[in-house]
């Protein structure tokens, strides 16, 4: 049997190579099992609670806050606005709206609290402000004034719009941010960022905010459903509760030389090309 096994070492050879193959599949075999199954660390413990903690204190803040409902047609269009040199606006003011309770006893402690219906004047001479029931503005929230404060009652699960009321001769640009995003793209808001136009003597109705483009119905609802505290979290969440309207003043002598202009380039316009 020895003599047989040295004469012939062409099994052997096969062996070793089935050993060596089959050891080289279950290698692969293994490192495809790997792959497939490997999966991140979850995150540390304390990240973890960190975000339940943080996500309870939102469940548990009393009083109101803005979320988004549908999406809605946009009406709105572009128009050209001169802004005074420096970029800085010419009024800058804010009020706070909450439920029933809380607006009542934010007011009561700046001052004595009376309630009033309808609008009111933001800036004096030249910005009064209507908050609507509905995004259309059939009527508007009641609203209580201390201290030279407004604090607005709104009703939870209820929509409501802006109305924004011009009281000059000229036109003025206002840029709103509503629980401290931007009405124009649901982003932080920054009054170096662009506004509704309003022609002089006159107003325009925000219906919404505009988010990725869409433009998306406004309504009163919790703290931790609103879309400060969805977008941006606790951080977010803690600027609801205020509207803001940054107010500029246009620039006449600018907006006058680009139509003077515009009207040399008409003067000599041609009706026929040659």
Do not use: W
Not at 44 to 49: K, V
Not at 129 to 138: K, L
Not at 184 to 201: E, F, N
Request: net charge positive.
């Amino acid at each position: 049997m020895q003599k047989n096994l040295h004469m012939n070492p062409k099994p052997t050879a096969s062996l070793r190579q089935i050993l060596k193959t089959t050891l080289a599949a279950l290698t692969t075999c293994l490192a495809l099992t790997q792959c497939m199954t490997y999966a991140p660390a979850p995150p540390p413990a304390a990240a973890t609670s960190r975000s339940s903690s943080q996500s309870s204190e939102l469940e548990t803040r009393p009083g109101l806050g803005t979320q988004l409902g549908g999406e809605i047609h946009d009406s709105s269009t572009s128009t050209h606005f001169y802004r005074k040199p420096g970029g800085q606006p010419d009024a800058l003011a804010t009020f706070h709206y909450n439920d029933q309770e809380g607006a009542r006893l934010m007011a009561e402690s700046v001052g004595k609290a009376t309630k009033h219906s309808g609008d009111f004047i933001l800036i004096p001479g030249k910005l009064a402000v209507t908050v609507t029931t509905g995004y259309y503005g059939y009527s508007a929230f009641a609203h209580y004034r201390a201290g030279g404060k407004v604090f607005v009652i709104g009703d939870s699960g209820s929509d409501y719009g802006l109305k924004l009321e011009n009281l000059t001769d000229h036109r003025l640009e206002v840029v709103t941010s509503i629980d401290g995003l931007n009405i124009l793209d649901g982003l932080p808001a920054s009054t170096r960022k662009h506004g509704y136009v309003i022609a002089a003597k006159s107003s325009v109705s925000i219906r919404g905010m505009k988010v990725g483009g869409k433009l998306r119905t406004l309504k009163f609802g919790t703290v931790a459903a609103s879309q400060a505290a969805t977008a941006f979290g606790s951080t977010g969440a803690r600027n609801v509760g205020v509207i803001g309207m940054a107010v500029y003043e246009e620039d006449e002598i600018a907006r006058r030389r680009v139509r003077i202009e515009e009207n040399y380039l008409r003067g000599d316009a041609r009706a026929f090309g040659n």
